[in-house]
Nanobody, 119 residues
Framework: QVQLVESGGGLVQAGGSLRLSCAAS????????MGWYRQAPGKQRELVAA???????NYADSVKDRFTISRDNAKITVYLQMNILKPEDTAVYYC?????????????WGQGTQVTVSS
């Protein structure tokens, strides 16, 4: 099992910045990815950004050039620096962890942290 603890959400005005953190602990070994999804009211959960333990990143088009994902492999922690926030970034942000074990991918989720951007 893997446990994820998120922090850093809150209320910010449009144009402002927030930094989310997610620390993983538990049975962690081998290749893995960590990242962030978000879900706004009435919408499906969508990928924001993800980063593998090898350093490969993936971003949603809507956040490129505004958000930056990074990770500390020693601490098994992923960060999401969010700049130039827009009201449409308002959502619950969920940290995800995907671990490859043989041919199987185990998936884990954090409890979510609310990000609210006021106009």
């Amino acid at each position: 099992q893997v446990q994820l603890v998120e922090s850093g959400g809150g209320l910010v005005q449009a144009g402002g910045s927030l930094r989310l953190s997610c620390a993983a602990s538990g049975s962690i070994s081998g290749f893995n990815s960590m990242g962030w999804y978000r879900q706004a009211p009435g919408k499906q959960r969508e990928l924001v950004a993800a980063m593998s333990s090898g350093g490969t990143t993936n971003y949603a088009d809507s956040v490129k050039d505004r958000f930056t994902i990074s990770r500390d492999n020693a601490k098994i922690t992923v960060y999401l620096q969010m700049n130039i926030l827009k009201p449409e970034d308002t959502a619950v942000y969920y940290c995800g962890f995907w671990q490859l074990l043989g041919a199987k991918v185990n998936e884990y989720w954090g409890q979510g942290t609310q990000v609210t951007v006021s106009s």
